[in-house]
């Protein structure tokens, strides 16, 4: 069984910086792709931010040039660099892996953007 567990979200101000990572079980590898998401309460989750397992990263138009997503095979972790932090930025951000058909998410951490 695959956890994935994310941390380093929290209170930031606009304009800010932080770095989420999520950390998994085992090795991420084999994972055809793993990638963020966030959802604000009452709303869709929605797509941040993707990497494949050949390191071909997708962003989601609102992060481009802010949000840089990276991973690290030697410590099964994957990062979401997040600069220039918006208002519009707070959610809860989600890790996620895609393993074939098979689709694990973390827990959720809270980014709240405010002043």
């Known amino acids: 069984q695959v956890q994935l567990v994310e941390s380093g979200g929290g209170l930031v101000q606009p304009g800010g910086s932080l770095r989420l990572s999520c950390a998994a079980s085992?090795?991420?590898?084999?994972?055809?792709?793993m990638g963020w998401y966030r959802q604000v309460s009452g709303k869709q989750r929605e797509l941040v931010a993707t990497?494949?397992?050949?390191?071909?990263?997708n962003y989601a138009d609102s992060v481009k040039g802010r949000f840089t997503i990276s991973r690290d095979n030697a410590k099964n972790t994957v990062y979401l660099q997040m600069n220039s932090l918006k208002f519009e930025d707070t959610a809860v951000y989600y890790c996620?892996?895609?393993?074939?058909?098979?689709?694990?998410w973390g827990q959720g951490t809270q980014v709240t953007v405010s002043s």
């Open positions: 996620h892996a895609k393993l074939g058909i098979l689709e694990y």
């Open positions: 085992g090795s991420i590898f084999g994972f055809d792709a």
């Open positions: 990497i494949t397992i050949g390191e071909n990263t």
